[in-house]
């Protein structure tokens, strides 16, 4: 059937699968990605149906894992790289951003990089410190990367799909603590551009954008301010680098109020990008400042404060009170 409700994780599973059997230069490697699986289970099944030369488990070295993709990549391949935690990419950092990043236009767009970088990314597991974080500004930062995050299943197979047949780098930022989320997955549909934002939910008096795991909770706050009468519209923006600002001020524009929400620290977080984007384009039509919910400037705690860390349903309803009080 070409329509199954999948868990994310699952979902990313079947879209590995598909691109392996659609293309003998995709790759996949990454620390336990073939005989267990991958930590999270995301990647079980796929070495034995595909043997250890195209699901490789690597040494615990990820500067040597993405470098060693780049490498590949320059000689054609596809490969697909699996950073284990949030937190473990930063060995990596120099590469990604130095040579990853920076390879197409050193090479005067003589030289490709396709190169996909998965990483389970944000908190609400209960894990140890470098297990939760959310860096995902800091690549978006980047000029040459792509930066991008599902919020549900289908997102989840057809923007890995676009992802590992884009020519340029991809990080691909997973949510992990909604891994075990179903939706429905059309594997037969033709899916919309890769860095369009989606509205999940029309409203009229405020926007809520979000990503990855904190479009539910915006979801769940416009559901929660629809009983006291407010219309809320929730904007999956899916795409961090680019952004869809067309999209952002189209919805603004008949709102005329904006709170963005992410997990990770509000302090030069992408919500600052956005919130200083959308007051340029649309300084006549909003009623309040740009509002951002995130998570707190410091180390993210552990595991017993991650609830007051991470943003809410109260945090995102009061940021929202206090966007329709102008």
């Known amino acids: 059937m070409a329509v199954q409700k999948l868990p994310i994780a699952k979902a990313i599973n079947a879209s590995l699968r598909t691109a392996?059997?659609?293309?003998?230069?995709?790759?996949?490697?990454?620390?336990?990605?073939?005989?267990?699986?991958?930590?999270?289970?995301?990647?079980?099944?796929?070495?034995?149906?595909?043997?250890?030369?195209r699901v490789i488990d690597t040494p615990?070295?990820?500067?040597?894992?993405?470098?060693?993709?780049?490498g590949l990549a320059l000689r054609g391949y596809r490969p697909v790289v699996e950073i284990q935690f949030d937190g473990f990419v930063f060995p990596a950092y120099d590469q990604i951003v130095t040579q990853l990043a920076k390879m197409h236009a050193r090479a005067l767009g003589k030289v490709k990089m396709p190169v996909v970088i998965r990483i389970p990314y944000g908190g609400g597991i209960g894990a140890v410190?470098?297990?939760?974080?959310?860096?995902?500004?800091l690549f978006a930062h980047?000029?040459?990367?792509?930066?991008?995050?599902?919020?549900?299943?289908s997102d989840a197979y057809w923007m890995l799909q676009q992802a590992i047949q884009s020519d340029d780098p991809v990080i691909y930022f997973e949510p992990k603590r909604r891994y075990?989320?179903?939706?429905?997955?059309?594997?037969?549909?033709i899916p919309g551009p890769l860095h369009t934002a989606h509205v999940v939910r029309e409203g009229s008096q405020l926007t809520l954008a979000a990503y990855g795991p904190m479009v539910r909770v915006c979801t769940e706050a416009?559901?929660?301010?629809?009983?006291?009468?407010?219309?809320?519209?929730?904007?999956?923006?899916?795409?961090?680098?680019?952004?869809?600002?067309?999209?952002?001020?189209?919805?603004?524009?008949?709102?005329?109020?904006?709170?963005v929400v992410h997990e990770a620290p509000v302090f030069y977080g992408?919500?600052?990008?956005?919130?200083?984007?959308?007051t340029e384009r649309c300084f006549y039509h909003l009623e309040a400042p740009v509002l951002r919910v995130g998570g707190f400037h410091a180390p993210y705690p552990p595991a017993r404060l991650e609830e007051e860390y991470l943003p809410g349903l109260d945090r995102v309803l009061d940021a929202v009170d206090r966007a329709l009080a102008y």
């Open 20 to 53: 392996l059997e659609n293309d003998p230069k995709v790759l996949i490697m990454g620390e336990d990605v073939g005989k267990l699986g991958g930590v999270f289970r995301v990647t079980d099944g796929l070495q034995k149906d595909f043997g250890e030369d």
């Open 270 to 278: 992408s919500g600052a990008e956005i919130a200083a984007r959308i």
């Open 222 to 259: 416009a559901a929660a301010a629809a009983e006291e009468g407010t219309s809320i519209e929730v904007l999956d923006l899916r795409s961090m680098s680019p952004i869809d600002f067309d999209a952002i001020q189209r919805s603004v524009e008949k709102t005329r109020r904006l709170v």
């Open 180 to 189: 075990w989320e179903k939706g429905e997955v059309d594997t037969e549909a």
């Open 129 to 137: 410190e470098h297990h939760s974080e959310s860096p995902e500004a």
């Open 60 to 70: 615990l070295a990820e500067s040597g894992i993405v470098g060693t993709a780049i």
């Open 142 to 153: 980047v000029a040459g990367l792509k930066v991008i995050s599902p919020s549900n299943a």
